[in-house]
């Protein structure tokens, strides 16, 4: 069974940092693109930050610039967003995201970050 499971998620004060983990099950990453989306209440899912199969190529989107890192351990079948110098504006709930090509697309549950003093 594919899955992808999140954590590392809760409550951070602004500025503050985390660390979220996605561990993937019932297929290896190594060929897939590894992304992180996030959603906030009413809005649109985003993208966070894509990197591929081999971890060569990372972009972000320009909101986390500076700020977040991507990072895969292909022989651990996990990727990880780094998330430091959080503000408000970052709440949202955070989805891992496996694209292996047409049909080979995954979502994990997500996880909730709530920046907030």
């Known amino acids: 069974q594919v899955r992808l499971v999140e954590a590392g998620g809760g409550l951070v004060q602004p500025g503050g940092s985390l660390r979220l983990s996605c561990a993937a099950s019932?297929?290896?990453?190594?060929?897939?693109?590894m992304s992180w989306f996030r959603q906030a209440p009413g809005k649109e899912r985003d993208l966070v930050a894509t990197?591929?199969?081999?971890?060569?190529?990372?972009s972000y989107a320009d909101s986390v610039k500076g700020r977040f890192t991507i990072s895969r351990d292909n022989a651990r079948d996990t990727v990880s967003l780094q998330m430091n110098s959080l503000k408000p504006e970052d709440t949202a709930v955070y989805y891992c995201?496996?694209?292996?090509?047409?049909?080979?697309?995954?979502w994990g549950q997500g996880t909730q970050v709530t920046v907030s003093s």
């Open positions: 990197i591929s199969g081999g971890g060569g190529s990372i």
């Open positions: 995201y496996a694209d292996g090509g047409p049909h080979y697309t995954y």
């Open positions: 019932g297929f290896t990453i190594s060929n897939y693109f």
